[in-house]
Every structure is written in C-alpha cells, then in structure tokens.
C-alpha cells in the first residue's frame, strides 16, 4: 500500500530495528567517575578449613577495582555444647577467623597486612573507606550476626578497601595477568572455643565480590594511576608497664598519613583501656602527646581527644540523658583500647568518608620519627602492655592528587 503524500510515518514502523542503547554515551570530557559506573562481580565462594592456609586465585574483572566484599560464616553450626574462650583475645571473635590476612598487589606490596580483627573491622572502622556515621562499624550493618557461644553460628561482612578518597587509589582488575593477591590463615577453632560445639563444621565459607568501576568508553584514566593507600599492623617499642609515662616509637612510615590508629593490648593480648585516664572528682586529666622528630604535634586532654572522636567519625558519641542522671550510649562505641587520629577532615571538622580533599593528610618521609606519649598511662593488670599500630598511609605515583579530583 502507498504511503499517502505528506503523511507521517507512525514511529513503530522504523523503531523496531533500532534497539536503544543500554546506556546514554557521556560526551567526552570531565572526571573519570562520570565515564565509569560503578560495578560488582562475584570472585569466589568457598570453604576454609580451621587452621589452615586459605588464597584462591583472584580473578579478573573489567574495569578498576575499587576493594573486595568478603563475606564469612561457618560451613555448618553446631547443635550445642559450645563454650567460647574467655580470656585473652576473646573480644576479637569472630573476626579473629583470620590470624593473619594479606592483601598484596600484582607487584608483592603489601597493601593490607596484619591480624584479623583489625585487618578486618578496625581498618573499615578508622578509615571511613567502608561505611560512615554508624555504618563504619561492620558490626552495625544488616549482614552482621553475632557469634552463638553454644552452636558458633555467625555471620560477618567486611570490605578490603583500595578507594580511599572518590576514583582514586584504584587498582587495574582487567589484566587478568596483573591482579592482587588475597591470602589469610584461618584460625585454628580453638581460638574461638575453649569447648567446641557438638558437629561444629571443620571451617568457614568465604565468598569475595569485587567492587570496581567499568572501563570507561572514552580514554580517560582514574586519577593517579598507581596510588595505594596501604594499612599495616606493626607493634611499637618500648613495652609500656603499669603507670608509666614514655613515648613509644611507632615504625618508620613514608607516606601521606589520612589516620594514625592505635590498638593497646596488655601481655595476654587482650586489648585494654589502659590510656591516660580522663578527669575524674579530686583527679585531673591524663594527657596524650604525638610528637614528629621531636617537636609535640598533640598534646591533648583525654576527655578532649574522645570528644574529637566523636565529633569527627561519631565513634564514642551519641549519649543521651538528663541533667540528672547517667548518660547513656546510643550510638556507636569506641571499641576498648582503641583511640586514633583523624586526618580526613580537609573539608570540615567531620570525616565523610571517600569525601576529602587530602589537603590536611599528614607527610611522611622514611626518615620521619613518629611517637606517641602519655602522661601517665593508666594501670594494666597483666603488664607489660604492647602499643601496636594500625595506619592509613597513602603512597603516591608522583605528587599526590589533592582536591577533588572526582568533580
């Protein structure tokens, strides 16, 4: 039939040859986030056996990664008799799955490298490279499930992270020939059990998600190509006694500090509020001190520092109450011997996370000399006590990217 003259063809009689497209092509220009849509793809999911060593091979992934979703629960729980350990380093259950995890890049460096507890809740807890406000806590999040003394059910999510400001501090993931390596010694059950439960399974599920950005569809590159951010766990020197008042050294760094994190643990490993004690009636204020080569960069109040705590990652914060009573936490606590410093506020007195300029982040060089004092440190029952560190360092290929690169 012939089309009438000035007659319009109905828009189904050209468009069903025509698929749209999944996505609108950006035009080219602008950051690399606006070219690069976020991602996730699995990785692997498998079983580990207690005390044994535990490193599938990563696999590829089309575009940058942005860190590692790890998941982790028990192949099978038990139906009862289980006793937890109770002393020691038995607050660290379950994170303490991982005696030791090591995060490595395709060259061997060490981007995460230490025990599990902090390699897996305190490094996402201080970085704010996870969750923010309450959710830096992975013990606040909706995948968290407490560990069942009688049958050791449980259920922990955490994340590796590489990202640690918007797009940058990512790592390549579509050179299959050029991937990170993730291994871990799982614990032995006994870490966990000082009776095991009735036909407790022989180990723990794993499963891995990468989080990465998509290659993006025109030729733009993330900032920086190369910058890692790198958390190692190393113990400081000397050992600290009961009441003392010393620096401790922390090791020798050499980068751009976004936090200085500190975990005391007293000779049983048990981690320990034994900081300077805060202002209590007839009492003053212990202080705590950071010195660089020497010269104070803090001299705090200990109830000073909390508030900073609070103020700036919520950690501590959130108590409620009357002008007469006891206040009370409702908010996120400040897991016991843990104080840190906080790097991540170029943009306000907050930390929000992925958010910062780098503007404010702490340079180091090899030769820097960090050391932590306090004045006096309070009692420890089972001293000595070890300060170890747990420090966000960024390692830049050439200048570091300050600003916001992402906008």
């Not at 028990?74 to 009862?80: D, E, F, Q, R, V």
């Not at 982040?361 to 170890?388: D, M, W």
Request: aromatic share 10%; hydrophobic share 35%; net charge neutral.
């Amino acid at each position: 039939m012939t089309q009438p003259s000035g007659t319009a063809l109905a828009p189904a009689a050209t468009s069903a040859g025509r698929p749209q497209p999944q996505t609108t092509a950006e035009p080219s220009g602008g950051p690399f986030i606006r070219h690069a849509p976020p991602g996730r793809r699995p990785i692997y999911q498998q079983p580990a056996n207690f005390g044994l060593f535990f490193g599938p091979p990563m696999v590829s992934s089309p575009g940058w990664n942005r860190g590692y979703r790890l998941k982790i629960y028990p192949i099978a729980n038990g139906s009862s008799g289980g006793v937890l350990q109770a002393t020691g380093a038995y607050a660290d259950i379950p994170w303490s799955i991982a005696q030791l995890l090591q995060l490595k890049d395709a060259w061997g460096t060490n981007l995460l490298a230490g025990p599990g507890w902090e390699m897996l809740y305190l490094v996402q807890l201080l970085s704010g490279q996870f969750g923010i406000d309450f959710t830096r806590s992975p013990q606040n999040m909706p995948s968290w499930t407490g560990i069942t003394a009688g049958t050791g059910a449980f259920k922990m999510s955490s994340y590796l992270p590489f990202e640690f400001t918007k797009g940058y501090g990512l790592i390549s993931g579509a050179n299959a020939a050029l991937l990170p390596v993730l291994q871990m010694t799982i614990a032995a059950s006994s870490v966990f059990f000082s009776t095991v439960p009735t036909g407790y399974g022989s180990g723990v599920n794993i499963s891995c998600e990468s989080d990465y950005y998509w290659l993006p569809n025109v030729p733009v590159d993330p900032p920086g190509i190369g910058t890692t951010c790198q958390y190692i766990f190393q113990p400081c020197n000397p050992v600290i006694t009961s009441g003392s008042s010393l620096r401790v050294q922390l090791p020798r760094l050499g980068g751009y500090l976004t936090v200085v994190g500190l975990d005391l643990r007293d000779s049983t490993n048990a981690r320990i509020d034994a900081w300077p004690a805060p202002a209590a009636t007839g009492a003053a204020s212990g202080r705590l001190q950071i010195y660089q080569d020497g010269v104070p960069l803090v001299d705090t109040d200990m109830d000073t520092l909390y508030d900073d705590l609070a103020i700036q990652t919520g950690i501590g914060g959130g108590y409620g109450g009357t002008q007469t009573g006891a206040p009370t936490l409702t908010g996120m606590p400040r897991p016991t011997g843990i104080i840190f410093v906080d790097r991540k506020t170029a943009i306000a007195q907050r930390d929000f996370g992925l958010f910062d300029t780098g503007e404010t982040f702490l340079s180091t060089n090899p030769g820097t000399q960090l050391e932590i004092g306090g004045s006096p440190y309070n009692t420890i029952s089972n001293s000595p006590a070890t300060l170890n560190a747990v420090i966000g360092q960024v390692v830049p290929t050439g200048p570091l990217v300050q600003g916001l690169p992402e906008i």
